[in-house]
């Protein structure tokens, strides 16, 4: 459903995107992951037609960014970074605004509004003015906007920044419903968290180019395997530690520790034991794999070398 290959783009004498190539079928979700100023939301604004591109090219089913603006633009839905909606309006008007300027009819605009308050949950504050809603409703609101026209393809660009976790959990939901009900989206993202929870694969962008991609599970996968997370409740035990652990493999950190797990459960059995035998006291003890919080860092580090 969207296929981009080698984009560049640069701004004076600064090249932000270095030959991006993404790719998302038809009903996914694509997580894009990114430090400020990687390129994320270049990519989102060249692939809307907000940007032209330098370089490269970009479809959007099978349309071409470039050469056919305007059909790509019936395709897809947008919600950028801040909401888009007027403050004046009520949430109502709001829709029915945007599906008329979508050139809907007016009992159309009307249909698709009722909707989209019952299934966003705001039809209950749909007739209030957009000014008193709460961060999450405004959010609910510029996102429901985004699809009045039922696109086939959705860009959401940082869609739950400031947002409390109650929020953003809610704002997760609209999303998983948008994707099992075929939409195909393109999220960037910093929250990782969010990418672990909602995308079916992942791309890694630093200084303009991908630098990893795949399933959250594959770069968990590629930073390392299962590891034992130790708290001691005296950090002077440590050098101890290392001694009766000395042959499981090798500690590092500085409180909490860690020590590869291999086999899992069966390692991690097994450092129970042996610190137990050697009295030593254990605040709290877990099996854990990298979280994408670890990818990120460890991929950007490489980045950086």
């Not at 089913?61 to 839905?77: E, F, N």
């Not at 493999?249 to 520790?257: A, M, R």
Request: charged share 25%; with cysteine.
């Amino acid at each position: 459903m969207v296929d981009v290959r080698q984009l560049t783009k640069r701004f004076g004498s600064h090249q932000v995107l270095k030959g991006i190539d993404l790719s998302v079928p038809t009903g996914t979700l694509l997580g894009v992951l990114g430090p400020n100023g990687a390129g994320k939301t270049t990519v989102i604004n060249c692939l809307t037609t907000l940007l032209q591109p330098d370089g490269g090219y970009a479809t959007i089913a099978g349309y071409d960014v470039v050469k056919q603006p305007a059909a790509v633009r019936a395709l897809i839905g947008l919600t950028g970074q801040f909401a888009a909606v007027d403050e004046e309006l009520t949430g109502r008007e709001n829709l029915i605004l945007f599906g008329r300027l979508l050139r809907l009819s007016r009992r159309e605009a009307q249909r698709r509004a009722a909707s989209l308050l019952d299934q966003f949950d705001l039809a209950a504050a749909a007739d209030r003015p957009v000014k008193t809603f709460s961060g999450g409703m405004r959010r609910r609101l510029d996102l429901a906007a985004s699809i009045v026209a039922e696109p086939l393809v959705l860009f959401l660009d940082e869609p739950t920044t400031g947002l409390d976790p109650r929020s953003r959990q809610q704002l997760w939901a609209v999303v998983r419903d948008l994707k099992q009900r075929g939409i195909t989206i393109l999220l960037t993202t910093q929250y990782l968290e969010e990418a672990d929870a909602l995308a079916d694969r992942i791309v890694v962008i630093d200084q303009g180019q991908v630098i990893a991609e795949g399933t959250a599970d594959d770069l968990k996968d590629r930073v390392g395997g299962a590891f034992c997370e130790i708290r001691l409740v005296n950090l002077q035990d440590a050098a101890k530690v290392k001694q009766v652990l000395v042959d499981v493999g090798e500690l590092s950190g500085d409180g909490p520790y860690a020590i590869a797990a291999p086999q899992g459960v069966a390692t991690l059995a097994d450092v129970i034991q042996r610190l137990a035998a050697a009295g030593i006291a254990v605040a709290d003890i877990s099996l854990r794999r990298p979280s994408l919080d670890d990818v990120f860092f460890a991929l950007t580090r490489e980045g950086e070398g």
